[in-house]
């Protein structure tokens, strides 16, 4: 601005020559600070420098958010996969105690029959020596010497044969009997072995969940330190880009405040010799400038939706809830661990489905059991009282009760407590779960 500075060095001596030393005329203000060009350009390139870097880390930090929203819902899915094996493990806990207890019974009714057979054959063995001994085949020889006629003797030899028929028949049927609790036996027992092995399935499935789990949680745990980093980059340039705004602003105000300058004072200059021209400059005057804010359980939706609202505020604990109310969350090896869950009595999201339906049907605890437990709707005939359901090819992990217009109750995750949210359409799965109606 050299030309300016020049003008007002003119403008200032004319003022001396027309007023004079001595002269009765108002003094001109000091002029404000003027930046010069290359300040404001180069302070409106750090500006746009910062706002780049803020840009590419907001960009940066979005992706790390959808990525551990992508971690959290994994988390989710392996915790109710989790819940699965558990309650995989129990059922299959009760077959094994079941089979061995009727194996066990079948062992006893075999070794009975058998018991009964070797009684059987030494009566029979009995009875064949005291016919041979007396010479005959039908039993005691005193059967017939105390006969009073032939007709007698006869009508006893028949009887007599008839008896020893029978205990034969009778061996015959415990001998069929054995066979038949021998082969129940043996059924029992295989039934056991298989039962046994599922058992150990089931407990190698639980192993691997647990293992899956923990895996999620510590990719999870890396993910969110890595968001928090961001995070803490992302603010300090943020608060860089402030500073270099602010010295922008600044300047950009000196700047406008220098240039009103000038304008006032070019009036000024004007009017002075106007007047100094009609021969007004002794004692006139300059024109002023300047700017002018728990329910009981029922079989009706109505009862159901009463009964998870009547709930609302209870924390979440993972593992949590049955029919009768909230229970002592259990621990998962991480997530739950780490808020604790184990020392809160609350609701996991399936637990909060079981005791609002408590009177209506006895569910599961794992959300994906839940999924197939009544009729599928699809969401467009979605209404009041039906079960909502996110996962994905993985399966469920999560579940929450509709309550009409677009709103839900649920046990979120562990940090929060039953809630009433928006229904989320991101992860839904295509069907609502209507166990009323």
């Known amino acids: 601005m050299p ?28 002029p404000p600070p003027n930046p010069s060009d290359s300040e404001l350009n180069s302070s409106k390139a750090q500006a746009n420098e910062k706002a780049g870097e803020v840009g590419r880390l907001t960009n940066q930090l979005a992706q790390a958010e959808q ?75 005193s059967a017939y010497l105390s006969a009073d006629s032939p007709k007698d003797m006869l009508a006893r030899a028949q009887l007599l044969d008839a008896v020893g028929g029978d205990r034969l028949n009778a061996l015959d049927r415990l001998q069929q009997a054995q066979t038949e609790k021998s082969n129940k036996d043996a059924a029992a027992r295989k039934a056991a072995e298989i039962a046994q ?46 500073a270099a705004q602010a010295k922008v602003n600044g300047l950009q105000g000196q ?26 400059s002794g004692g006139g005057g300059r024109p002023s400038s300047g700017p002018a804010p728990s329910a009981p359980a029922g079989r009706s939706i109505e009862a159901v939706i ?21 229970t002592r969350g259990i621990r998962d090896g991480g997530v739950a661990d780490r808020y604790g869950d184990y020392n809160k ?18 569910l599961p605890h794992y959300s994906g059991y839940q999924y197939t437990s009544g009729r599928r709707v699809p ?20 579940v929450a009760l509709y309550l009409g217009g677009g709103q839900m109750v649920e046990a979120p995750q562990s940090g929060l407590r039953v809630r009433i949210a928006p229904v989320r359409y991101g992860g839904i799965m295509p069907y609502a779960t209507r166990l009323i109606g």
């Open 3 to 30: 030309g300016a500075r020049r003008g007002l060095t003119v403008s200032t001596l004319a003022l001396v020559i027309l007023f004079g030393a001595g002269g009765t005329g108002l003094a001109a203000p000091p």
């Open 67 to 141: 990525k551990l929203s992508q971690l959290q819902d994994d988390v989710e899915l392996k915790q109710e996969e989790a819940n699965k094996a558990l309650v995989d493990l129990q059922s299959a806990q009760d077959a094994a105690t079941q089979a061995e207890n009727d194996a066990r019974a079948a062992r006893t009714e075999a070794d009975a029959a058998s018991a009964a057979i070797e009684k059987a054959r030494a009566d029979l063995k009995t009875f064949a020596a005291a016919s041979f001994q007396q010479g005959s085949t039908v039993g005691s020889l």
């Open 197 to 242: 092995q599922k058992q150990d399935a089931a407990r190698q499935a639980k192993n691997s969940a647990d293992a899956a789990q923990t895996a999620a949680v510590q990719a999870q745990d890396a993910q969110a330190s890595q968001n928090t980093q961001l995070e803490k980059n992302k603010s300090d340039v943020e608060q860089q880009l402030y």
């Open 255 to 280: 700047r406008q405040r220098y240039q009103d300058w000038l304008a006032q004072k070019q009036r000024e200059d004007e009017e002075r010799a106007r007047q100094a021209a009609l021969g007004l």
């Open 306 to 326: 009463a009964r998870a609202l009547s709930r609302l505020g209870t924390p979440y604990a993972w593992g949590g809830g049955n029919a009768s109310g909230p």
């Open 345 to 362: 009595i609350g609701f996991d999201c399936s637990g909060l489905m079981i005791y609002a339906f408590a009177g209506v049907k006895s």
């Open 379 to 398: 969401l467009s005939q979605m209404r009041r009282g039906d079960m909502l359901f996110w996962g994905g090819a993985g399966g469920i992990h999560h």
